[in-house]
C-alpha cells in the first residue's frame, strides 16, 4: 500500500464503561485520485486485512474502467453488540481522525459502505465531514451509498447485487461456457445456494428469483435455510422474515440448519458466497459440489482452495468482476455530487408535463 494509517478512538458506552477503538485506513494506490473504497465494522479487522481489501478495491476499479484508486477502512468491533448511538460516535470521530490527517474528501479519498455499514452510516460520516469542512462546496461527493435525501443515487444499496446477477446472466447466455459445466443457458431453472443475506446477498438472491432461478439454500451466521420442496425458497418471505427477527433461525415450512457450513457443501448449480473473505478454504474445497462459483464477496476463496476447485473443473467468477456493481454506481453518485445534478430530474418533468397536457 502506498499509506495506511492506524489510530483509536475513545468511546464511553451507554454502561459507563470507557474503551478505546482501533480504526483503520488504507490507500493502495495513488495512480487515480481520488481512492475508493468501503469501511468495515468487524471484530478481527487488522492492518494486513484492510491493505489487501484495499489492493482488490484498485485492481476492481480497473477491471471496469471506473477512475479511482482503491483504499479501504475498518474498524475493530462486533456491530451486533454495539448500540446505534455509539455506533454513531464511533465512525463520526473515525471521520474526525480522518480530515484531521487530510485522509478524505472528494479528491483525496471517498469511502462507502461495506460489512457492517450502510447508508445511515455514510450519512453520519458526510455529515461529520460537512461541518469540519463547511466551506468544501463538494462537501456533499466525500462519501457514496449516502441515502437518497443526503445525495445518494437511486439504485446504490442493489448494485452490487444486481451486478452479480449480471455478471451470472452474461455467464448463462454464453453456450461454449455453460456446456463446459454440462449446464444449459439461461438462468431459469438453475439452483443457487447464497452465503450472506447482507445487501450484496439479498439483492442477488431477489433478481435470480425474479429471473427464474432457484435458491435452494441460504447460508447466514447464525443459521442458514434449506428448501425441501424442489421449487425453491421464497426470498420475499425469507426477506421479512429475517427484517422482522434478525435471524433465519425458526422460519416455518423449511429445513433450519446451524452448521451454516455445510450448506456450502450441497450440490447446486451455482454457489455465491457473499459473506466475509477466505470462507472456502483447503479444508473445505474439496466438499464443494457447485458447478460455479461466483465471488460476490471479496476475497471469498483462498488461493489452494481455488487451485483444489479449478482441478476439479469448476468455473470461478471472480470478485474483482462479480462485485464490482457497487463501485461502479459509487462512481455515478460521486459525480453527480460533483456537478451539483439530479439524474433523471428533466425525464421525470417531462413525463409530469405529458400526463397534464394529455389529462387536458
Known sequence: CNSIIKFHVPLKRACGKLELIEGYRAQHSHHRLPVKGGIRLGPNVDANETMALAALMTYKCAVVNVPFGGAKGSVRIDPSK?????????????????VR?????????VPAPDYGTGSLEM???KDTYSFLRHTDINASGCVTG???SEGGIQGRQEATGLGAFFVLREFFNDEDLVRK???TRGVKDKTFIVQGLGNVGLHASEFIHKAGGRIIAIAERHGGLVDETGKGLDIEVVKSYHKKNGTLNGL????????????????????????LESQIHSGNADRIKAKVIAEAANGPLT???????E????????????????????????????NHIEFGRMTRRMEEHGKRVSFY
Open 303 to 309: 488461493p489452494a482452495a481455488d487451485k483444489i476447485l
Open 146 to 148: 449516502k441515502p437518497i
Open 181 to 183: 459445466v454440462g449446464l
Open 101 to 109: 490527517r487530510n485522509y478524505m474528501g472528494p479528491a483525496i479519498d
Open 123 to 125: 450519512a453520519w460520516i
Open 311 to 338: 482441478g476439479k473443473g469448476v468455473v470461478i467468477l471472480p470478485d474483482l468482476l462479480v462485485n464490482a456493481g457497487g463501485v461502479t454506481v459509487s462512481y455515478f453518485e460521486w459525480l453527480k455530487n460533483l
Open 82 to 98: 454495539y448500540t446505534s448511538t455509539e455506533k454513531e460516535a464511533i465512525l463520526r470521530r473515525y471521520t474526525v481522525e480522518l
Open 252 to 275: 416455518p415450512n423449511v429445513k433450519n440448519i446451524t452448521d451454516t457450513e455445510k450448506i456450502l457443501e450441497l450440490p447446486c448449480d451455482v454457489l455465491i458466497p457473499a459473506a
